[in-house]
T-cell receptor
Framework: DAGVIQSPRHEVTEMGQEVTLRCKPISGHNSLFWYRQTMMRGLELLIYFNNNVPIDDSGMPEDRFSAKMPNASFSTLKIQPSEPRDSAVYFC????????????FGPGTRLTVL | DAKTTQPTSMDCAEGRAANLPCNHSTISGNEYVYWYRQIHSQGPQYIIHGLKNNETNEMASLIITEDRKSSTLILPHATLRDTAVYYCIVKDYGQNFVFGPGTRLSVLP
């Protein structure tokens, strides 16, 4: 099993640019989660999907952030326009069902916005 | 209010058992105890979870007190690669994971 796959692993961009982070969940998992980790705020849940449908996006910081899951094997998190305060490590995780099974995390994307 | 309390940091000698405590005095009957760890620059890694009974898997053992107000994660023979931040999380099946600051475990040679 390849585990959760994220790309890119590192992204450096300039303020105002659009950033797209990608995630491939573990095959067979039907729930997908996007987290953000910073030194100041720790690990925060941004949004999660169940069966490709967004369930709760209350953690998304603002309208500049959007996430999609067009099919069971792919999700994107987009930031447009990006700002320096968006610099963080973004993790994708997947699980089997919403009912509390363990989340399996990807390696993360380290985003730096200059 | 945080549901769990963990020490900020701990040291353990290589080859010895690492015992990581977690207090969750307000845990409710439906809430499970989960443990994750995060090795530097990697994503959090699921370790183990339990409700009432002690649990063991290939990575660790989880000991939950009878009143369920505290638990201990045991790494039986710590190695240098076990150096990480360990998170204790209490949640029921309908809730999301909320990660606190965790315990920074340093395994020393």
């Amino acid at each position: 099993d390849a585990g959760v796959i994220q790309s890119p692993r590192h992204e450096v961009t300039e303020m105002g640019q659009e950033v797209t982070l990608r995630c491939k969940p573990i095959s067979g998992h039907n729930s997908l989660f996007w987290y953000r980790q910073t030194m100041m705020r720790g690990l925060e849940l941004l949004i999660y999907f169940n069966n490709n449908v967004p369930i709760d996006d209350s953690g998304m910081p603002e309208d500049r952030f959007s996430a999609k899951m067009p099919n069971a094997s792919f999700s994107t998190l987009k930031i447009q326009p990006s700002e320096p305060r968006d610099s963080a490590v973004y993790f994708c995780a997947s699980s089997l069902g919403l009912a509390g099974g363990p989340h399996y995390f990807g390696p993360g994307t380290r985003l730096t916005v200059l | 209010d945080a549901k769990t309390t963990q020490p900020t940091s701990m040291d353990c000698a290589e080859g010895r058992a690492a015992n990581l405590p977690c207090n969750h005095s307000t845990i409710s009957g439906n809430e499970y105890v989960y443990w994750y760890r995060q090795i530097h620059s990697q994503g959090p890694q699921y370790i183990i979870h339990g409700l009432k009974n002690n649990e063991t898997n290939e990575m660790a053992s989880l000991i939950i007190t009878e009143d369920r107000k505290s638990s201990t994660l045991i790494l039986p023979h710590a190695t240098l690669r076990d150096t990480a931040v360990y998170y204790c999380i209490v949640k029921d099946y309908g809730q999301n994971f909320v990660f606190g600051p965790g315990t920074r475990l340093s395994v020393l040679p």
